[in-house]
């Protein structure tokens, strides 16, 4: 054994400190196997940590009514049905008890009068369902798994960056990255590696995603024979903030909708009973005077379309502004100033309130926010068990939003949350499992390790003078025109070719001074990924000639109930491509009786 | 704003030295400290060391000292400056120097794992877990906390004395501490540690801290004076003290 890098061995490591990560690498550590939690920021920094309106979880605290069922109904529902059913039922199912431990781990959430955990409105969600800490909900979850994993002794590398994974004979073996600090290599032997490494947004311009959103979790499964699935479906958020152009894309919660907010065009008027559709007709108010009563009695009253789910209303505003009753800098208004009094505002939305006010110069008590889509989430990525979180590689697990499935074709708000926790959770247990089942010694091929260090190196010694920082830039402008919310064959062939471009020039870039905290080095590293899940998402809406959830193609403008039947399934091997239509799962008979109920 | 150009000092550098150098960027609307930074990055120093995360005030990554002022980089707009005035950028000043911005604050990670953890009461005689709103008000005050450090890096104790930071906590734990001995679920008895270990007694409460909190709680007020008044109770309280002596208590 080579002792040329620093090298560690582990029976699992998680790589990501996230929700997803913090959860898996807790269960594992107690079931007793030496597990390594690797994050590429300082731990706490993640992006759980901008989680801003609750975890969906049907605790049944504020309606009794609510119960898994009707939580898996919306879920479903939410996700057009295209969702693996048992990650929804299991989901649905779980996500209650991972909150009430979240509270025996110290989280405090806002409370009903009789003192339980008070849940709030939120889109596509039958009964107010969101466990919350005012609009900070992710800084509360992922703070209190921090100090839980930090009190259980978990050994946690920070700003370690894994480019690689390692398999021997088809088998997880190991994981191959860089410290950020002084730009050395480190090797991770192990048996399992969990990803809990998020999303992609980073590929697109505007984003309400952190620096870290950058495929990596993505790309290191694909790199070593994952499949992937339904990379086609991306969420973009209907309320990004718009204005000024430094804030362009950062969120803006829904909470503030479901907090009694509601979206206006530029003539003063309520759009989004406009745009109801068929699908969401039966269950959503059609008028102003219903929507407003539905806040404080719902069950005589159905639900405001201001809260119809997140693909719905970012389409809404789409059309609202290309017609020409946008806001004056290419939004629509959210307006709660006028609805809600200005203590209730700031108790329930202190952080948009300082948002605003320090960003924007605008005060949300008094005047109505300019909002916007902006690219938010991946329902798309590693294709899992629905129970174990296994991938097709043996050893290598994914939970979080690195993971596909749970989502279907759109994710409802406050599904993330509850998604870490339900499945990180799983993600620990079941490859812990699987390491203490396989005993003996893990080999790395150094062969391979070396091969990947040289590469990683390569910008080094580049001199084509390509700037890392100018491919990213072309990529985000590149999805953002051609891979946005309305698609059409035309656009994403081009975008194919563009990114054929940008993947010539990346090989052709070349980075400045040393290898101590280069971000220049980092990114060009970064781009490896960028490009290969900016690629994986313009085939798969290349490949899905409908439009459903997160994927609406112009030239395709229907749900096909045959599509609506398949993943797209996407994989590479040798370096190319290959997709395929694979069917569903097929639901059980006792869980399709719940959507036949209620038609 | 006339200008068109912003134009900034920033620190570039490593631990066995370094020096201030000028670069100019064009102006945006909106724009914050943050994005000068990346704009100096993506056009004449791709190397420039900055941590930063979500670039809205929530992951607490790129505290630094702007015109010597401690603040977040990514909250702190243009145009709160003069015109044309020049900026200074330089990494915070209490811990080890990394490279350019970026700073070694793995100080912080270290105290905190010192911390006794919440150490659960039993629960409700129907198995719920009940607490009140006005309970855990005050709590959740400290759990707005996110981990910037500005508090620490202001903290005179540690700022120009590297040698106390050895026995010496600092406000962010401090604020931790009392979120823990405040929380209305926890049974556990952090008085002696307080005491002890952390160095509480070493804060005379000049409030440089609070000042800094680019999430507004009261560190000094609300955690670091009632942690002291436990630590006054419990060891200093005359009567107590008398009580223990006739018992002949320790």
Redesign the interface.
């Known amino acids: 054994m080579s002792d040329k890098y620093e090298t560690h061995e582990y029976d699992v490591v998680v790589i990501g400190a996230g929700g997803a990560g913090l959860r898996a690498a807790v269960e594992a550590s107690a079931l007793g196997v030496k597990t390594a939690l690797i994050c590429k920021s300082l731990l706490g920094k993640a992006h759980t940590v901008m989680a801003e309106g609750g975890i969906a979880a049907a605790l049944g605290n504020v309606y009794p009514e609510d119960n898994w069922k009707v939580h898996f109904r919306d879920t479903m529902r939410g996700g057009k049905m295209l969702n693996n059913w048992r990650m929804a039922q299991l989901h649905a199912q779980e996500a209650p008890e991972r909150v009430l431990e979240l509270e025996e781990w110290g989280a405090l959430f806002d409370r009903t009068q009789d003192g339980r955990i008070l849940q709030r409105d939120f889109g596509g969600h039958r009964y107010a369902r969101l466990a919350h800490v005012g609009d900070r909900t992710g800084l509360e979850m992922i703070r209190t798994l921090q100090q839980h994993a930090v009190h259980k002794g978990i050994d946690v590398y920070m700003e370690c960056n894994i480019q690689r994974l390692l398999t021997d004979g088809g088998r997880m073996a190991g994981a191959f990255g860089y410290w950020r600090e002084s730009g050395k290599f480190v090797l991770f032997k192990t048996k399992a590696v969990i990803l809990g490494t998020g999303g992609i947004g980073k590929a697109w311009k505007f984003t309400s995603n952190s620096w870290e959103y950058t495929g990596d979790g993505v790309t290191l499964a694909t790199d070593v024979g994952a499949d992937l699935i339904d990379m086609e479906m991306i969420q973009f958020h209907p309320t990004g903030m718009v204005w000024p152009p430094s804030v362009r894309g950062i969120l803006v919660t829904e909470g503030v909708r479901g907090d009694g907010g509601t979206l206006k065009n530029s003539t003063g008027k309520r759009f989004m009973f406009d745009y109801i559709t068929d699908y969401f007709r039966a269950e959503t108010a059609d008028s102003e005077k219903e929507a407003d009563a539905w806040y404080e009695d719902k069950k005589n009253n159905r639900r405001t379309p201001d809260l119809l789910p997140r693909d719905e209303v970012a389409r809404a505003i789409n059309a609202e502004v290309k017609a020409g009753r946008g806001s004056p800098h290419g939004g629509v208004l959210l307006d709660i100033a006028s609805r809600r009094s200005a203590d209730y505002i700031k108790k329930r939305l202190p952080s948009m309130y300082h948002q605003f006010k320090e960003l924007a110069d605008v005060d949300i008590t008094k005047e109505p926010m300019e909002v916007g889509p902006t690219c938010h989430y991946v329902m798309g990525g590693v294709r899992v068990n629905a129970d174990t979180t296994a991938s097709t590689v043996p050893g290598l697990f994914a939970a979080g939003e690195v993971a596909a499935g749970l989502h279907g074709a759109n994710r409802l708000g406050g599904n993330s949350l509850s998604d870490l926790l339900v499945f990180g959770r799983r993600a620990g247990l079941y490859a812990a499992e699987y390491a203490k089942a396989h005993t003996g010694a893990i080999t790395v091929d150094m062969g391979q390790v070396e091969d990947i260090a040289n590469t990683l190196l390569a910008p080094f010694n580049g001199n084509g003078g390509e700037n890392p920082y100018s491919i990213h830039a072309d990529l985000q402008n590149c999805m953002q025109n051609l891979v946005g919310i309305i698609r059409t064959e035309n656009e994403l062939r081009q975008a194919l070719k563009e990114i054929a471009v940008l993947k010539e020039r990346l090989k052709k870039v070349s980075v400045e001074g040393h290898r101590q905290y280069n971000p220049g080095w980092h990114l060009a590293l970064d781009l490896h990924s960028l490009l290969s899940v900016a690629e994986a998402a313009t085939l798969g809406a290349i490949e899905r000639k409908e439009s459903r959830g997160g994927h609406t193609r112009e030239d395709y403008p229907e749900a096909d109930p045959q599509f609506g039947k398949v993943n797209i399934v996407i994989r590479k091997k040798n370096g190319e491509w290959t997709l395929t239509r694979e069917p569903l799962p097929e639901m059980p008979d006792e869980l399709k009786a719940l959507f036949e109920e209620k038609k | 704003m006339a200008d068109t150009e912003v134009t900034m000092r920033v620190w570039r550098g ?1 631990a066995s030295g370094g020096e201030f150098k000028e670069y100019r960027v064009p102006a ?5 400290v943050l ?1 000068v930074v990346h704009t100096i ?3 004449q120093a ?16 790129c505290s630094a000292e702007v015109n010597g002022k401690p603040r977040l980089m990514c ?1 702190t ?1 243009m145009n709160t400056f003069v015109p044309g005035e020049t900026i200074t950028l330089a990494p915070v000043k209490t811990f080890p120097l ?3 911005l ?1 700073t ?2 793995s100080f912080n ?1 270290e105290k ?2 010192t911390i006794p ?2 150490k ?1 009461k039993a629960k409700e005689a129907d198995g ?6 006005e309970d ?1 008000d005050r ?2 005050e400290f ?5 910037c450090f500005l508090c620490q890096n202001v903290c005179h104790v540690i700022r120009d004395h590297e040698e106390n930071k050895e026995w010496f906590a600092g406000p962010r734990l401090f604020v931790r501490l009392a979120s ?1 001995e405040m ?1 209305p ?1 926890d049974a556990n008895d952090r008085k002696e540690v307080i005491k002890e270990q952390t160095g509480l007694g070493f804060c005379n409460i000049t409030k440089c801290c609070t000042e800094v909190c680019p999430e507004n709680i009261h560190i000094t007020d609300n955690a670091i004076i009632p942690l002291k008044e436990r630590v006054v109770d419990e060891y200093y309280d005359p009567v107590l003290w008398l009580l223990r002596k006739l018992r002949g208590e320790q």
């Open positions: 490593d945006q609307e909106g724009m914050v994005d990055q993506a056009t791709p190397d420039l060391a900055v941590r930063w995360n979500c670039k809205a005030g929530k992951c607490g990554s909250m707009r990394i490279r350019d970026v070694d604050v990670y905190a794992k953890p919440l659960l719920t877990r009940r607490m009140f709103q855990v709590v959740q759990h707005k906390c996110i981990e823990l929380h679920l």
